[in-house]
């Protein structure tokens, strides 16, 4: 999550005290301050973030990463005797791991470990689906909005013939060509977590462009821009300096988004045979591997499920909060002291509340 | 304008074009389509004849081309000169599309109209109840549904709602201690959502309690699952509530003009029930769109009579009381037919389905059909609601509370406006403009977006035919789905661009 | 329904509404009307409607065409289609008398009488002359002329299987009233018996038509067809016109407006086909046969989830299912449900490692032993099939599947696997090594969790050996299969049960499913001995010869027979063996009934 920068120009629309709360609590805090006092006020975002580093820092230190061992006794590919078929041993009175906590498919693999390792590499691809999505429509957007005429009129020509593709199928056509490239150029089956996050990455990113330009069009005009241009500064600076810190609230909250229905959408590739392949395990790929075992072993579904829940709810959670931090418009709203109060109002119309929701970051698959 | 709509279709055929051309060549890099031949013992019949129809000798650059020129032909009306090729098995693909096409969108109609509505009024609601219990309960359960792997939600939905529901309709009894059990729940989850002081809250729960007891206790001891029926005592207290809703949401309870009037379209619609029902029972869709016409029609009738202070919303309330009278009256209509829908061969006394959209072999009335459709769709459609739920609902919520601070609410307010009239006049409809454009969008996306829903549930919708030509790497039935969608989307695109100008005056499109 | 039940009707829910106030017990509700599903009145009589699940999709009648030789198309054969000869579920083959006989009247030549009895289509057309030369057409690839290499010629009817078991025979010889027929055999045939498959039996009368000619005319142009010979090809243009209707004309997708193409000689016959979705049958009134069906309506749903399946099943929306692949779980499932009936049993495919005798790792027979000895063929059989059938066991023979009996005996005592690979022999197969590591790479089919979980079990053993296992697993590994770009293979065959075809194509030189490049003379000699021998049980002893020489060259190992069953609602009679050849379930339709 990248930290917001403290703004070197005033007047920006987050400094405008909030509703119902005393002037002087706010005066002398910087941006990151406020926002960071807000998202911690909020209990939700609050729980979701440790609920998510809980399960990250369980999934990397349990089986280890890449060479490093963790200290999780079992490895997710190795065999062993199926113990009480494969039941979860893990008891909550008295309070007990067991042998294995979570149970055991039908070869005996610990499903612990097997959690563990498709919770890593879901996280990879949501990050890299992040950070690819995150840079691509920010530098997109960024250059349409910024210099305007042939750029953005290429730029943005370029954003529509891939909005219209719908993402599901995007995806599973990448999808099914990361497999066959990683495939006939004898890749270890890891780079099919790496390219599919690529992929998916390089197929989510025009949403989050077109609302960088809708923001970097509207912070162009504004006054403290035209000052900074006529004090001499380069494009760059004011790109840099100026403009993106003031974005960072809509490309954070957006990529937030984008990273949950990430999971999802590699969730869905799963189940369609096109997502991460064997001998490696996503959490969508170990659900869709033990869809028949619902009924009758429930554990295999029910774990990798939970898993996946949490994730994309906490983050989903973790966007909300963001949102209320950064955009302070939707805070608390009572009809009775609104109606008592009067001050408060914000002029700027920003489309971050347009871009905050689960809808507009990125096509639910359904 | 013309100009605009204009210049908007050239590029959008030229963005079609482009992003047809790369999905072509994606599909083309995508794999061998040969490839499930080379195992086959007829290979060396198969194979060449495969490449022949398929035009696979020539590159996929030029192919494109060749595809694109048929495709072209679409645009001939009434020429026949349509074809968007082959698909490996030889069906031409403009007729599966045909096909897969009423299979998609009887899916997604039902389901998206619905999670227009419902997460439309539970944005609204949890927005003017911000941080209370209700709003933390609808963001959580919204956010958890859009959190589901959607077959996952799928499996469970057929285990409980198809499978042990109907194991339930084979023998309806519950004991006292299980109705007075799922009561206490629901009396708990009213108490949790409600708002207000304790004093409210309570007894909001006890509310809950008394009316879910109730309505179980009714549904069991007439064996009404079995043997549904609404009647003429149902209609009527059903109706009355309609009146009253109605009422409260478009006039105001003050206005007993257009109250009056709501109610008295109710009994007109109680007169008639005797008299359509053979009509009914002889009709088919058509007599079914004529009566709710007629009623909603006679509603407004009785409304603008009625007179008042405001004509005209007497008009509207008594108008969509005739409106939903007309549709109970339907109900009870259909639900006259299940039970002879149930004991039929083909059902087997096991109504909600779990694939399929049809029963296969199964023939009946309008209403035994129709009846037929609804088992069939339930599950795929509380499916598609569940997860669409999320985006509308936290997007009507933040738009509804940006709308709420805006000066002009606040200007309202201190004019001393009643506040549902300031909710549903001032914040509600200026609410939905943005709505309009995520709605089309949606629509536009959802086509190609009930993949994983169709395929759980044994629909051969669009998402089945993308989906298995992916697989098969075979290009033309991925090209007509990619076709379909992707002019779906810019049409719908275009109309919210539309749409959006013509809601809100401050937005105008550049002539 | 009219006014008048309606009035019954408000008046039952005025006194349902009356009833609350009355009832007042410790539990609510149960109507006075019994409801057990198809038991009630409506489906209680003779007749009855049965579902069927289906993975795939129908698209044809022509089951014997290349192109819709598709599982659910057999299955819709074998209720519209009789011939000479069905096959029980142990594979013994049981004359049809309702159709006609036949008789082998002399070895030496092959020949064989065949004699139809008055049967007739269901559009009342008789079965007779042309219908049979039609299908001896078909079958025998008669006029057959095409050259691959030179890709001159034509091959007339795009047959699914190989005109291989007819393809020697002269021009049948009829009786004066057609109801005879005489073939003569060039070449003596092991299979002779199943020579005629009725997937493929066509009526004459609907393909003159679509061919554009009179049933008259069709038969003169079979009997004056020349005899193929790929060397000289000639134009046979009325024949071509005939191939082109049996090929295409019995392929749709959806009830046919023309239907002519809908006829039936079996129980049931083609009502109605609703595209991508269920094909419904109804009794066939015209049979004359001596198998009629019981039900009035039979349906193939097309549900392709496995899971989407059983609960289908559960809810009574299908009465049958049959699932090609099994796990336990979803075995564990339909057994757990409430009034359906399991019949398990072995299916005719076995999964099989094959060592590729063209890449360089095994060119070195030490290296291949030494593999296969590291193989831990129990430790599989316990952890993948023996949790779905207890009494499964390691297959020892690449020629026989365990469930045929006696030949697969006999082909275990002489083949000597059981000593060779019986158990793993890490410390062998390090011996055979001598310290060197080679690398192994082999292909399965990673969409198949069973072979993903076999692979597993088969890496870590031979790692241990000192080999470095590859992990090529390909959902689309056939595509890979014959490019021979890999080391070992790992998938299955499927035996048509009967019959001595797959032979040649597998373990001969050059054989179209020889993928590892396996060559021996001596085994290239014994098949093709045995597949002219009609002494069944020496031509045994040459099979289970054959199957010694692959253990010897450490061709690879067969692992275990897959595991199949078929689960049935208890309201169904008859359906109650496992049939593990491809007509699965169907096998006898016509005993199927409703209770």
């Known amino acids: 999550m990248s930290q917001p920068q403290p703004i070197d120009v005033p007047e920006t629309v987050e400094q405008v005290p909030e509703q119902g709360q005393k002037p002087q609590d706010v005066r002398g805090k910087s941006q990151g301050q406020l926002v960071r006092q807000r998202f911690f006020g909020n209990t939700g975002a609050v729980v979701s973030v440790v609920v998510l580093l809980f399960i990250v820092v369980l999934s990397v230190t349990s089986i280890g990463i890449g060479p490093i061992p963790g200290w999780w006794k079992w490895s997710p590919d190795a065999t062993g005797t199926v113990m009480n078929s494969g039941r979860p041993t893990l008891s909550l009175l008295p309070p007990s791991l067991g042998e294995h906590p979570f149970g055991q498919d039908n070869l005996g693999r610990d ?28 530098v997109v957007g960024g250059l349409a909005g910024y210099f305007r005429g042939w750029t953005e009129a290429v730029l943005m020509r370029l954003t529509d013939v891939i909005i219209i593709i719908p993402l599901v199928i995007l995806a599973a056509l990448l999808g099914r060509l990361a497999i ?80 949950s229905s990430a999971i999802l959408l590699e969730t869905s590739l799963s189940y369609l045979g096109l997502g991460i392949q064997a001998p490696d395990w996503s959490l969508g790929r170990l659900i869709n591997e033990n869809q028949t075992a619902f009924a009758t072993r429930p554990w295999l579904f029910w774990w990798p499920g939970v898993f996946i829940v949490a994730i994309a709810l906490s983050i989903n959670f973790i966007g909300d909060g963001l949102r209320d931090a950064f955009d302070p418009r939707q805070r608390k709203f009572n009809p009775k002291r609104a109606r008592e109060a009067g001050s408060g109002t914000d002029t700027l119309r920003t489309p971050l509340a347009d871009a905050a929701q689960p809808g507009a970051a990125g096509q639910a698959t359904r | 304008m013309t100009s605009y709509i204009l210049r908007r279709l050239i590029t959008a ?98 389901g998206t109209i ?95 309690f008394v009316v879910t007891f109730g309505i179980i206790y009714f549904v069991l001891a007439t064996d009404w699952l079995n043997h549904p029926f609404l009647g003429i005592p149902l209609i009527a207290l059903t109706g009355i509530l309609v009146a009253v809703i109605a009422t409260i949401l478009m006039a105001g309870l003050r206005n007993r003009r257009a109250l009056y009037a709501a109610l008295g379209t109710v009994v007109v619609g109680l007169a008639v029930y005797f008299l359509v029902q053979d009509m009914l029972s002889n009709g088919g869709f058509l007599t079914i769109l004529v009566f709710t016409v007629v009623m909603t029609a006679a509603g407004a009738a009785i409304g603008y009579l009625a007179g008042g202070y405001d004509r005209g919303q007497g008009a509207r309330v008594a108008g969509v009381t005739g409106f939903f009278v007309a549709l109970l009256i339907i109900l009870d209509r259909f639900m006259q037919s299940w039970p002879e829908y149930v004991n039929s061969s083909h059902i087997h006394g096991r109504p909600i389905a779990t694939a399929n959209s049809g029963t296969p072999g199964f023939t009946g009335d309008f209403w035994a059909t129709g009846l037929d459709r609804f088992t069939h769709l339930l599950l795929p459609t509380i499916c598609l609601t569940l997860l669409a739920l999320a985006s509308y609902s936290r997007y009507s919520r933040a738009s509804m509370l940006e709308i709420m601070g805006q000066d002009y609410v606040r200007t309202a307010r201190a004019k001393g406006l009643s506040e549902r009239t300031v909710v549903m006049r001032h914040a509600f409809r200026n609410a939905l403009i943005p709505l309009a454009t995520l709605v089309a969008y949606d629509i536009g996306g959802l086509i190609g977006g009930a993949i994983i829903t169709e395929s759980v549930f044994a629909f051969t919708g669009m998402g089945q035919l993308f989906v298995q030509a992916v697989r098969n790497v075979d290009p033309n039935p991925v090209m007509g789905v990619f076709l379909v969608t992707g002019i779906v989307a810019m049409v719908f695109n275009l109309i919210a661009d539309l749409v959006y100008s013509v809601l809100d005056p401050r937005v105008r499109v550049k002539a | 329904m009219g006014k008048y039940t309606f009035k019954g009707k408000a008046a039952v829910s005025l006194a349902a509404i009356a009833a609350l106030t009355l009832t007042g017990c410790a539990s609510v509700g149960g109507g006075d009307d019994s409801k057990g599903g198809g038991d009630s009145s409506a489906a209680g009589k003779d007749g009855g409607v049965v579902t069927v699940a289906e993975t795939n999709k129908f698209s044809g009648a022509n089951a014997g065409y290349t192109k819709t030789n598709l599982d659910i198309n057999g299955h819709v054969a074998a209720m519209t289609r009789e011939g000479f000869a069905n096959v029980d579920t142990e594979q013994k083959l049981h004359p049809n008398e309702g159709f006609g006989t036949y008789k082998k009247v002399s070895d030496d030549p092959l020949t064989v009488e065949y004699e139809l009895k008055d049967t007739q289509w269901s559009d009342g057309n008789k079965i007779d002359k042309a219908d049979m030369m039609l299908w001896w057409s078909e079958l025998s690839g008669y006029a057959n002329d095409a050259d691959e290499e030179a890709k001159t010629g034509k091959d007339y009817f795009s047959i699914a299987g190989s005109t291989d078991i007819l393809h020697t025979t002269d021009m049948p010889k009829f009786s004066e009233d057609g109801k005879k027929m005489t073939v003569t055999w060039g070449k003596p045939n092991a299979d002779w018996e199943i020579a005629f498959d009725s997937n493929s039996f066509m009526p004459a009368h609907v393909v003159a038509k679509k061919a554009g000619m009179s049933e008259d005319e069709l038969l003169k ?82 549900i392709g989830d496995a899971t989407a399946q059983i609960q289908a099943l559960r809810n009574g929306e ?30 005719l495919a076995y999964d099989h490692l094959d060592l590729n005798f063209g890449s360089d790792t095994f060119k070195d027979k030490d290296v291949r032993e030494a593999f296969l000895k590291t193989v831990p063929r ?37 083949n000597g696997a059981e000593k060779m690979y019986g158990e793993p022999d890490i410390e062998g197969a390090k011996k055979l090594l001598g310290g060197k590591t080679p690398t192994v790479r082999i292909l399965f089919n990673n969409g198949n969790p069973q072979r993903t979980d076999t692979f597993q079990l088969i ?90 020489h692959t253990f010897e060259d450490a061709y690879g190992l067969p692992l275990f027979q897959s595991v199949g069953y078929v689960a049935t609602s208890d309201k169904i009679s008859g359906v109650d063996k496992y049939q593990p050849n491809q007509t699965g379930v169907f096998w006898n339709v016509s005993e199927w009934s409703r209770k």
Request: glycine share 8%; charged share 20%.
């Open chain 3, 221 to 302: 142009v079979l009997e004056n067809q020349k005899k193929g010979d790929p060397k000289s090809p000639q134009k046979q243009p009325e024949l071509e016109k005939i191939g082109k209707a049996w090929d295409t004309a019995f392929n749709f997708t959806s009830t046919p407006d023309d239907k002519d193409v809908l006829v039936s000689n079996g129980p049931y016959k083609i009502e109605n086909v609703v595209e991508n979705n269920s094909i419904t049958l109804k009794k066939n009134e015209n049979y004359k046969g001596s198998m009629p069906g019981k039900l009035d309506e039979i349906t193939l749903r097309t």
């Open chain 3, 378 to 414: 129990q430790k599989i059989v316990d952890q993948l099939i023996k949790p779905v059938k207890d009494d499964a066991s390691v297959l020892n023979s690449q020629m026989y599947v365990s469930s045929q009996g006696e030949p697969y005996k006999k082909a275990t005592e002489v």
């Open chain 3, 459 to 548: 890496k870590e053993s031979a790692e241990k050996a000192g080999f470095k296992v590859q992990d090529l697993g390909d959902p689309n590994w056939s595509e890979k299969l014959s490019d021979g770009d890999y080391d070992a293979s790992l998938f299955g065959w499927v035996s048509p049960g009967v019959g001595t075809e797959m032979l040649s194509q597998i373990f001969k030189t050059g054989g179209g499913g020889n993928y590892s490049k396996y060559s021996n003379k001596d085994v290239d000699k014994l098949v093709d001995e045995a597949r002219t021998n009609l002494d069944e049980s020496k031509r045994v002893d040459q099979i289970a010869e054959i199957d010694k």
């Open chain 3, 318 to 347: 299908v009465d049958i299912m049959q699932p090609n692949n099994v796990n336990k779980d979803t075995l564990d499932q339909v057994q757990q449900i409430e009034n359906v009936n399991v019949q398990k049993g072995d299916q």
């Open chain 2, 114 to 208: 619905l999670a227009i509505v419902v997460g439309i009024t539970l944005g609204i609601v949890s927005a003017l109840r911000q941080y209370s219990g209700l709003d933390y309960g609808i963001t959580f359960f919204t956010f958890l549904c859009f959190s589901l792997p959607s077959f996952w939600l799928a499996v469970l939905l057929k285990e409980v709602v198809a499978i042990q529901f109907n194991d339930f309709l084979q023998k309806p009894v519950l004991s006292m201690a299980t109705i007075v059990v799922m009561s206490l729940v629901a009396g708990v989850i009213w108490f949790l959502v409600s708002f207000g002081q304790m004093k409210t809250r309570l007894l909001m729960g006890a509310l809950g």
């Open chain 1, 111 to 138: 499903l612990f470990a097997m959690c563990m390792q498709g919770t890593q590499y879901s996280l990879i691809v949501m990050i890299v689906v992040g950070l690819i999505a995150g840079i691509v429509g920010t």
């Open chain 2, 13 to 110: 055929v030229l963005i079609l074009l482009g992003a047809s051309f790369i999905v072509y060549l994606m599909t083309a890099a995508s794999g061998d389509p040969l490839w499930d031949l080379y195992g086959n013992p007829n290979a060396q019949q198969l194979i060449p004849a495969r490449v022949e129809a398929l035009n696979l000798d020539t590159p996929p650059v030029l192919r494109y081309f060749t595809w694109l020129g048929g495709a072209a032909g679409c645009l001939v009306p009434f020429a026949d000169t349509c074809s968007l090729g082959v698909s490996r098995d030889g069906q031409q693909v403009t007729e599966l599309l045909g096909f897969a096409m009423t299979q998609t969108i009887m899916l997604v109609t039902v």
């Open chain 1, 180 to 259: 066959s490239w990683v495939r006939s150029h004898g890749l270890p089956t890891f780079a099919t977590v790496l390219a599919l996050g690529v992929l998916i990455g390089l197929a989510s990113w025009p949403p989050l462009a077109r609302l960088v330009r809708g923001e970097f069009l509207t912070l162009r005009e504004r006054e403290f821009v035209d000052a900074a241009r006529l004090a001499g500064a380069s494009s760059g600076r004011i790109i840099f300096k100026h403009i993106l810190p003031n974005t960072v609230g809509v490309i954070t909250v957006n990529i937030t988004l984008l990273m």
